[in-house]
């Protein structure tokens, strides 16, 4: 039994060498291995000055998200104050000034205290050739109920030339040839303007786009600040690929905003901020200094990367 135990145990000098080196490879790949997954755990592992940094972040926008939660407090406490009062709860309020609903844009629809879509709505009935010659067509305007209608009726202005009817098609005369002549002017093949300098009337000369255009255009322009791209006028409906051949931009033409000094209503009133952006700027700022850029609110889940691209055209930091 012994020697049996000695025959199956022998190896050769070639073979112990054989095993020694592969026992010293089986070690050397362990050994490799925790190495390496603890240089890996380490590096990808962020430094003490990056979790420090980390960890300021995630303070800051816990405390804005305490603000905003105790401002919505403090609103429905308001809320309830004004049901004890006994306002009606659940619309906003009116606030009526004379306006003429053929001319007003969305901008004063919205300053009446109407919706958003119910502003959008009154501007594609005017697109389709809607009209409004007497006060009472503006109760035609879906969504706007007995009550609103009854507070703004006073204030409905409406000019003496929107109350005609539409005269009927005349009978082709050589006059009526010389009238047709005479339609506006518009510019050639080949003309490029600005669209960040242009107005109403510069736009009008562009095949294609009339009174109705050109003031939205240069309406959003305002609001904006100015356009960076054309794709933006799609924003506002318009299909930008039409007016390529006839319109350059000038991005240095762009109004920005100084975040280190614009107030929360200034900002929010600009079409890329809402108001829980402009707060979070706003308070950031007054708790740390000025701000250098917008990376720092790159943990706000009310900012996204399509925002960040959008606002950057429109800021400073002077």
């Given amino acids: 039994m012994k020697n049996v135990l000695k025959n199956f145990f022998y190896f050769t000098r070639t073979e112990r060498r054989g095993i020694l080196l592969l026992c010293t490879l089986i070690l050397l790949v362990s050994g490799g291995t925790q190495v390496y997954r603890h240089w890996l755990e380490k590096a990808s592992r962020p430094s003490a000055e990056d979790q420090a940094e980390l960890l300021r972040m995630q303070q800051e926008y816990e405390d804005f998200l305490a603000t905003i939660q105790e401002e919505k407090e403090d609103g429905q406490t308001r809320h309830r104050r004004a049901e004890d009062a006994g306002f009606r709860p659940g619309k906003p309020a009116l606030t009526p000034f004379p306006f003429d609903p053929n001319n007003a844009d969305s901008l004063d629809f919205r300053r009446l205290g109407l919706p958003g879509w119910m502003a959008r709505n009154i501007a594609r009935y005017r697109k389709r050739g809607g009209h409004f010659r007497r006060p009472e067509d503006f109760r035609k305007i879906y969504g706007l109920t007995d009550e609103q209608y009854a507070a703004l009726e006073p204030y409905i202005r409406i000019t003496p030339q929107d109350t005609a009817r539409p005269t009927p098609p005349r009978i082709y005369t050589a006059q009526a040839e010389r009238d047709t002549l005479a339609r506006p002017y518009k510019y050639p093949a080949g003309t490029v303007i600005e669209l960040n300098r242009a107005d109403t009337v510069e736009l009008k000369k562009i095949p294609g786009i009339g009174s109705y255009i050109a003031r939205a255009i240069t309406d959003y322009r305002q609001r904006l600040g100015g356009f960076y791209s054309l794709e933006q006028l799609r924003e506002i409906d318009l299909n930008p690929e039409p007016l390529r051949p006839w319109l350059r931009i000038d991005t240095t033409a762009i109004r920005r905003l100084n975040l280190n000094r614009v107030s ?29 850029n917008l990376k720092v609110f790159a943990l706000y889940e009310e900012f996204t990367a399509a925002d960040f691209e959008r606002q950057r055209h429109y800021v400073c930091f002077e």
């Fill in 264 to 292: 929360v209503d200034r900002l929010r009133r600009h079409p890329y901020f809402n108001f829980y952006q402009a707060k979070a700027i706003v308070e950031r700022r007054k708790k740390h200094g000025p701000l250098r």
